[in-house]
């Protein structure tokens, strides 16, 4: 995981728009908000991402 993707899922989380493992909505959040990395990510990474939402560890 990069610096980057890591910077645009708090930003999402931020939003608190969302439950953050609704993964779908994360992603469709990312997407609306041009966050290219992090949706490109999450279709690559589901586990890593869960993982990182779990504990804070990339």
């Not at 290219?36 to 690559?44: H, M, S, T």
């Amino acid at each position: 995981m990069t610096d980057k993707v890591k910077e645009q899922i708090l930003e999402i989380r931020d939003t608190g728009l969302t439950n953050m493992f609704d993964v779908n909505t994360v992603q469709r959040l990312a997407y609306e908000r041009d966050l290219y990395e992090l949706v490109v990510y999450l279709e690559e990474n589901r586990k890593e991402y869960v993982h990182f939402i779990l504990t804070g560890e990339a």
